[in-house]
Each structure stands twice: as structure tokens, then as C-alpha cells.
């Protein structure tokens, strides 16, 4: 069975603030049903007087080697300084250091601001930026770290432990967006209840910041569960998926970096990994993500009894026993939360008959 919209029936959680309008488009016009919570957005610095210290500090320095981790704060930090004064110092001290970026998105910032870079990360990580200069040599530099928003203490002690002086300048930080504190909450919900099929993350801190209030409401760990089941995590890239790493959960991460190719990787994995087609005695059925169709007829499950359905699509045919059926509820089980769940599958489903009753036995698909 095919549709017009690969997206048709899944329900996908956004989590980015800036460009979130455009990724929610592109997913709404492949027929997903998005849930928009914003965690974490980027506010520049503004008139800063630590931004204009620590910028004088870098150009009096003159640093050895200077390391660009993201094109919005290459460009917030040289919009910065040409409203201090201090542009054409600034551009005069970068020309002198040894320029290396993190990624294209950054190489492009510095070439834009008429610089050149001597080397990029393999892996776009501040890391692999990092593994060249201690590779060359560190011992009795100076280098001079933008930093993207929240100090990336590691990376830091690594260079200053080989013996290198780190100057850092911190040109936009990350701040909770208006309404966090209850769109949040309610995303955590969503992911612990498996009312999500995806999750897309587009930074690092914003991984960070759902941890944290999955933490103060108590939920972490069913979270984490989730993750690890029912509910897929995507990352934009490998510094945005380190921390879902560092906490058990195993994201899909697209091979390119972008927010194009993200798009694609979700709509590709649920496609081959959450579709699921089969022939029955009332005809041909297919499951995409919260949604059951039946000859035309398209229902939306919610997460018990979408759960108790592919658990007896699942078993094609053969008889699941009710303790079966409870162990595959997302949630509480026991026979009356398997009574309810069932009661809503079948008041719920194109036809009902599709689940057969099998007397003092369980259920069975009606095939």
C-alpha cells in the first residue's frame, strides 16, 4: 500500500527554536502531525562589555592558533566588534593566527569575512579541532576559542593541560525561549507516553536542557526508556547526538549535517522501520506510525491500543493471551488496563472485526 504523503500518521516532536518554521513545514507538507516545543534559542550578546573585553584581550594577544566552532557566531562576533571599534583590529589579529573551523558552515563565515582556515574538523566536533592542534603541538601558544553559546569546559582543559594559553570570546548565548517551562513539561509527556514517533534535535544544549526538566519532573529514566523503544531520537549531526549518546540513547544522525538531510534520514527510517502492511480477512491494512488504514478507512490510535494492535499484527494470525497483551502496553498493565485499551482499539479502528475474541484464550488478528 502506498500513500501520497510519507509522513501520513506519524507525529513528530521539534525541539529547535531558530529555522523550527521551516523544518515544520517540510515535515507538515510530508503529512506528519508536529508537536512544536522549543527548548533552547540563540540570543547574541548585545552590548556586552565581557564580549568587548574579551575580544580586546584576543586582538592584543595576537593568538597563535584560533578555532571557529559556528558561522552565526563568527558573524555575531565580528558584527560585535565593528560596533566597539574594534572590527578592523579584530580581522588584522585573525589574519595573523592559523584559522581552523569546525565545519563548512563555519570555513564559509571566516572566507565571507574575507579569512582563510588551515584545516577543518572531520567530524564537525570542536574535538576534532582540537585533535589537530595537540597532533602540531600546543606547548607555549596561544589560542583563542569562539565559543557556540556554552563553554565546552573539555575541550578547553585539553589545550590548557598541553600547555597552551586559551583565550575564549562568547559572541551569542542559550537562553529558554518564551513558554519553555510549559511546552517542555509537555513534550516530556509526550515522549514517556509514546505519543511521538520522532524527536529532532538541532544543538547540543537543547538535548541538555529536556534532560534537565525530565530530571526535576522525575521522568528521566522513562525517557531514556522511550528513547530506547518506541520513540526515535534525531540528531542533526554528532555534537548535537553526543549527549543523547552519553545517556544510553542510540540516535539516527544523517551523514551530512544539515537540516535537508535530516529531514530526509526521519522520513527514509520511518518509511522502512515503522510502516508496516498486511493482508487480512476484511482486506489490506497498514500501519503507519499512530495511524491504522483499512481500505481507505484511516484511524489514529492512541499509544495503548496502537500498541496492542502491533503487538497482534505482530503475531500475524496466532493467539496472544491477555498477560501476553499487558506485557505490551507502554505503560501500567493488568487486566483492566487491558480491558480499556482493548475496548478503545475496537471502538476506534475502521472496523472492529479486525480483532477476533478466541474464548479463554486471548486475542487474535483477524486474518
Known sequence: ?????????????????????????????????VMHA??????????????????????????????????????????AADACGLGEDLMEALAASRIFVRGPKARGAVRAAGLDDVGIGADERTAS?????????????SVAVQLHG???????????????TVLTVTPYRWVKPEGAETKVPRLVDAICNRQLDVVTFT????????????????????????????????????????????????????????MGALIRLVEEHLSTHQVLGFETALGEVEIRGHSVT??????????????????LADAGGAVLSRHELCQ??????????????????????????????????????NV
Request: aromatic letters at 4%.
Open 294 to 311: 483499512l481500505a481507505g478507512r484511516q484511524a489514529l490510535l492512541s499509544p495503548a491500543p496502537m500498541a496492542i494492535f502491533r503487538a
Open 150 to 164: 556554552y563553554t565546552d569546559g573539555p575541550q578547553l582543559e585539553r589545550l590548557r593541560a598541553a600547555g597552551a
Open 1 to 33: 500500500m502506498t500513500s501520497r504523503s510519507p509522513l501520513a500518521g506519524f507525529r513528530v516532536g521539534v525541539t529547535s527554536d531558530r529555522r523550527s518554521g521551516d523544518l515544520i513545514d517540510a515535515l507538515e507538507r510530508r503529512g506528519a502531525t
Open 203 to 258: 544543538s547540543a544544549p537543547a538535548v541538555e536542557a529536556l534532560f534537565t526538566t525530565a530530571t526535576e519532573l522525575g521522568r528521566f529514566e522513562a525517557l531514556v526508556e522511550s528513547f530506547g523503544s518506541d520513540v526515535v531520537a534525531a540528531a542533526v549531526g554528532p555534537v548535537t547526538a553526543q549527549p543523547l549518546i552519553s545517556a544510553g540513547i542510540e540516535p539516527i544522525v544523517p551523514n551530512r549535517f544539515r
Open 38 to 79: 522549543p527548548i533552547m534559542m540563540i540570543v547574541p550578546v548585545g552590548e556586552d562589555d565581557e564580549l568587548t573585553r574579551d575580544t580586546a584581550a584576543i586582538i592584543d594577544a595576537v593568538p597563535d592558533a584560533t578555532l571557529i566552532t559556528t558561522a552565526y557566531g563568527m558573524r555575531r562576533w565580528s558584527e
Open 129 to 141: 579541532m582540537v585533535d589537530m592542534l595537540l597532533a602540531e603541538g600546543v606547548d607555549g601558544l
Open 328 to 365: 505490551r502496553l507502554p505503560e501500567a498493565s493488568g487486566t483492566h488496563a487491558l480491558d480499556m485499551a482493548m475496548s478503545r482499539l475496537r471502538q476506534n479502528l475502521p472496523d472492529p472485526e479486525l480483532i477476533t475474541t478466541v474464548v479463554k484464550r486471548g486475542y487474535r488478528l
